[in-house]
């Protein structure tokens, strides 16, 4: 992979401060590519009308393998488009090899600019490649997309919608009260231990199937956590918070061990040990103290182990990384965390994206670079391979640890 050719790391930290460098916070990770516009006066603007290079407050991205080959999803969520790479890309600025949810690389707008809901999208954000099957999160027309191989060609119709009963419904909950089959903003979408998780997030709640991806519309999940029952939708299930309940869960991620969710309006992760079979309480705590307090601490000293808006979340192996959205930085654990007799966690073991566990600056209040972040809403771990969703900055940009 080629380096960026962009502003260093070590010339940005020159320009902060004097004396001796600080302490290597970032656990081995660096940044190898940079996909979308090139930073201009320290900025990183996208472009008056899309192109097959650049892109608009990205919130999503997959980086995994298909049919033996590695590539890179995008959730161009400004576009209202997804980007596919068919292999990953090796060169910064690269364009995509398809756009999926407009008719070409340069049309722009919600519905295929208004020509079609069953082909178009209305910011997208979650995006996932499972098998041969892409799934995405068409957030604001309140569905998930199934198509049955990954696209190759723009302007393709999915071959299958969760949330809504066709193609042709867009509305929140399929029109009526909350139901099972129904969705409300689902932003995140993860294949956990073989069972399809879906965070819903306008309504309160994650859905999950045992048995994968559904075939049918109408195929109720067989499991519900943080709601009583499939008709409820109230904010922290209608009370005060707890280890049951979120206000906004964005994204799920885990492993044969655990099971996590990012609950981003309560600043927090919730960890279910095991894969739960009912509604439950989770085990563990991140970025908060307990499991009752939902502070928010604005632009105050972070530290390793407070969150603030946490909207994504990623696990491999035993490698857990998240994004503290607005904090502007990634996190890394190295193991997903054993919750003390309270079900509190350790914090993170690594930093991506601020000099140091205190900071939280856009940018690191300082010019666009390749090791910053602004806002960044979605990561995808594959090995030694770390690809951010740079929301803030209308980029994709891919780490690796060595």
Known sequence: MTTVRFVSAAARVGARASGPPPADVTGGWHPDLWLGAPSSGGLTLPS??????????????????????????????????????????????????VVVGQPDES??????????????????TGVLVHGDTLVVADAWHHRILVYAELPSRPDVEPDLVLGQGSLDQVQPNRGGPCQATSTYWPFGVAVVAGRFYVADTGNRRVLGWSGGIPSSPDTPPDLILGQPDAGHREESRGGPAGPNSFRWPHDVAGNEQWLVVADAGDHRLLGWRGHPGEDRGADLVLGQPDFATITESPYTPQGAGTLRFPYAVDIQG?????????NNRILVWESVPVPDDHGLGRPADALIGQPDFGAS??????????????????????GDRLAVADSGNNRITIWSRR
């Open 318 to 326: 035993d490698r857990m990384v998240v994004a503290d959205t607005a």
């Open 107 to 124: 049309s722009e707008g919600p519905a295929a600019g208004g020509r079609s809901t069953r082909r178009g999208m209305n910011l997208p």
């Open 361 to 382: 600056g856009e940018n690191g209040w300082t010019a666009v670079g390749p090791d910053t972040l602004c806002w960044p809403y979605g990561l995808s771990l594959h």
């Open 48 to 97: 008056a009308h899309p192109t097959a290079a650049w892109m608009y407050a990205p919130r999503g991205v997959y980086l995994g393998t298909y049919r033996g080959r590695e590539i890179l999803v995008a959730a161009d969520t400004g576009n209202h488009r997804v980007m596919i790479w068919h292999d990953l890309p090796t060169a910064d600025e690269q364009p995509c090899d």
